[in-house]
């Protein structure tokens, strides 16, 4: 089937589901709302919006002018009329914070009724922001019990997370900064239909599995929250001494190689050095004095903390009595000491009786008065990445480089590698692998 026939019902002509209504109208797909109140119902039908957003009126009006764009109640005709169904129902909070997957639930057994008695395959496609496991635990089961059906044989399924804000929804739509399709394992058939009804938006999606495709909306989100109220912390503390936050900020954004990028954005370890922790330190009592409260640098520090905590834990849980570590100064390339989270790592570690053996390149055995050099570990340092290896029961990577890669080549089965980095090497057979955050 051609990408330009594709037919398209959406279930919800909420935001999302006028949105996404219009939009594909607008590049020649056959579309059927479907939302159980009549409202909306005959909002659509009669070429009106039922939301109000910039743009969408005029799409919902030549949508329904053409022919490409209809509303209605009857969900079981909709499926019946159409090859792909967008999922798009509220997701509100109940009030525990909890997710209320109610809507959701509902839909999909509505979709999985309506599927029952369609011999056509169909594909379902979840476009509503839900939590990891949302698609595993109550989409498939309440699709597959209404419908009879299995998923990935008789009919198709993903997740399409959508990144709208209201106000700009059509540009984000045409213009969006990703595209994310989670993937049920093996369905390329509605992966496939995704990128022809994609087609007009000149952004390469990401195609990825679904559990990973249902937290990158939340992780945009709360990424923004935080952005928002890291700005709005920086200018209390300037307006507190008389300083224009913007002038400052514009300047902070204007450097798009470390702050506005991809840097410092990969999960791992804890920061260190000689620079992040102490003005950390100083801008949080500079804070206090000036009676501005600064908890989002507050919790950045417990999180950083939360992370050390982590490793040691991983460490623990391994019941390896000879712990290696390669790595000891606060990044890679560089001599580096101060404040390293690996070298409290160690610490604990040691404090706890643990036997230590440790290598770092950059980091001296002998005393000659150097930044690289720690009396009180001195003696678990090793002469190479292979005696650590070679003495150890669970090893810890803290740092990246070839030869760390080539020492853990030799690992011995039944030892346990714990990355703290994510070294790109595949492990022998035999040896147990676990990544800090993966």
Not at 134 to 139: A, G, L, R, S
Not at 198 to 208: D, G, L, M, Q, Y
Not at 306 to 331: C, D, M, P, W
């Amino acid at each position: 089937m051609g990408k330009q026939n594709w037919r398209v019902s959406i279930f919800g002509a909420g935001y999302v589901g006028a949105v996404s209504a219009g939009c594909l109208a607008k590049d020649g797909f056959k579309v059927v709302a479907v939302d159980p109140d009549q409202y909306k119902v005959k909002c659509i039908s009669e070429g009106h919006s039922p939301i109000y957003e910039p743009g969408l009126a005029d799409l919902i009006e030549t949508g329904v002018e053409n022919g490409l764009l209809t509303a209605t109640s009857d969900y079981i005709a909709a499926i019946n009329e159409t090859d792909i169904s967008f999922c798009c129902p509220g997701t509100p909070s109940r009030e525990d914070g909890s997710l209320d997957t109610s809507y959701v639930k509902l839909v999909c057994e509505q979709i999985g009724v309506a599927l029952r008695d369609k011999s056509e395959f169909h594909m379902v496609v979840m476009r509503s922001t839900i939590l990891p496991g949302t698609v595993e635990d109550v989409v498939i089961p309440a699709l597959e019990g209404a419908s009879g059906k299995k998923v990935g044989v008789d009919f198709g399924l993903a997740y399409y997370p959508e990144f709208l804000r209201e106000g700009t929804a059509i540009a984000d739509y045409y213009s969006p900064g990703a595209i994310v399709f989670g993937q049920y394992e093996g369905d390329e058939k509605t992966v496939q239909a995704l990128h022809d009804l994609c087609a007009s938006v000149e952004v390469k999606p990401h195609v990825i599995p679904i559990r990973s495709a249902e937290i990158v909306k939340y992780t945009n989100n709360c990424w923004h929250a935080v952005k928002i109220s890291f700005a709005n912390e920086i200018g209390n503390l300037c307006k507190s001494v008389g300083i224009d936050s913007h002038v400052v900020m514009d300047v902070v954004c204007a450097d798009t190689r470390l702050n506005i990028s991809r840097a410092y954005m990969k999960p791992g370890f804890a920061y260190g050095g000689s620079c992040l922790p102490k003005d950390l330190r100083a801008l949080r009592h500079f804070g206090k004095m000036q009676n501005v409260s600064t908890p989002v640098l507050d919790a950045t520090v417990e999180a950083n903390q939360y992370q050390l905590e982590r490793a040691f834990r991983l460490v623990n849980r391994s019941g390896a009595k000879k712990i290696g570590l390669l790595g000891l100064t606060f990044k890679s390339d560089t001599d580096d000491l101060r404040e390293s989270p690996l070298v409290l790592l160690a610490e604990r570690l040691m404090g706890k009786g643990y036997e230590l053996s440790i290598y770092d390149s950059n980091v001296s055995v002998n005393d000659h008065g150097g930044r690289n050099y720690i009396s009180h570990l001195a003696s678990f340092m090793r002469s190479s990445p292979e005696e650590v290896v070679s003495e150890s029961e669970a090893i810890v990577v803290g740092i990246n480089g070839q030869g760390t890669k080539d020492a853990l080549k030799g690992a011995r089965e039944g030892v346990k590698v714990i990355d703290l980095v994510r070294i790109p090497v595949e492990m022998p057979s035999g040896v147990h692998y676990e990544g800090l955050v993966w």
